[in-house]
T-cell receptor, first 113, second 115 residues
Framework: GENVEQHPSTLSVQEGDSAVIKCTYS??????FPWYKQELGKGPQLIID?????GEKKDQRIAVTLNKTAKHFSLHITETQPEDSAVYFC????????????FGTGTRLTIIP | DADVTQTPRNRITKTGKRIMLECSQT?????MYWYRQDPGLGLQLIYY???????NKGEISDGYSVSRQAQAKFSLSLESAIPNQTALYFC??????????????FGPGTRLTVL
């Protein structure tokens, strides 16, 4: 089955700097790669996703890049703000009509004011 | 009103007790999931249901059972709770987007402690 590794497990950055979280996956059939943000006391919420036919996707201050050859994808957050502090999870999914998400182990991002 | 609700939000129980966690959704989605979250382990899939008559085991189904009472309701049971089932449990739903089912919508979670 699919295996998703996520690094780093914790990350602290100064407010205004950029943050990068990286994930690798094992199943070459995976074709959907979402990123979820989990704030304290809440369930994870989708913030951005990318499909295998696209190399990069951007939404305001967040972007995701995908390298299918190397089987890795990354989340980039620019101009970080205190409200970006949370736990971020990457995930991977394959197949059509029968997808399951396999999650990474999470990155706790702390923005230092 | 929340689209995915979970009850109870917190539960403390003793070893050997039977526990049921409930999930309800008003999103009209046909797919529902139960995950377990442990520190440093991310989210692990326990069971998932693609419709009322279709229930499947996930990665860590041992010690758990589920019931899909209706499209909107999916319950998780621990028949005889043990301390290593202490964790945060999340319910999620998804629906078809184009040719595939992808984005999952999570409930607020149930924190379960087994003493």
């Amino acid at each position: 089955g699919e295996n998703v590794e996520q690094h780093p497990s914790t990350l602290s950055v100064q407010e205004g700097d950029s943050a990068v979280i990286k994930c690798t996956y094992s199943d070459s059939a995976s074709n959907y790669f979402p990123w979820y943000k989990q704030e304290l006391g809440k369930g994870p919420q989708l913030i951005i996703d990318i499909r295998s036919n696209v190399g990069e996707k951007k939404d305001q201050r967040i972007a995701v890049t995908l390298n299918k050859t190397a089987k890795h994808f990354s989340l980039h957050i620019t101009e970080t703000q205190p409200e970006d502090s949370a736990v971020y999870f990457c995930a991977a999914s394959s197949g059509f009509g029968n997808e399951k998400l396999t999650f990474g182990t999470g990155t706790r991002l702390t923005i230092i004011p | 009103d929340a689209d995915v609700t979970q009850t109870p939000r917190n539960r403390i129980t003793k070893t050997g007790k039977r526990i049921m966690l409930e999930c309800s959704q008003t999103k009209g989605h046909d797919r529902m999931y139960w995950y377990r979250q442990d520190p440093g382990l991310g989210l692990q899939l326990i069971y998932y249901s693609f419709d009322v008559k279709d229930i499947n085991k996930g990665e860590i189904s041992d010690g758990y059972s589920v019931s899909r009472q209706a499209q909107a309701k999916f319950s998780l049971s621990l028949e005889s709770a043990i301390p290593n089932q202490t964790a945060l449990y999340f319910c999620a739903t998804s629906d078809k987007q184009g040719a595939s089912y992808n984005e999952q919508f999570f409930g607020p979670g149930t924190r379960l402690t087994v003493l």
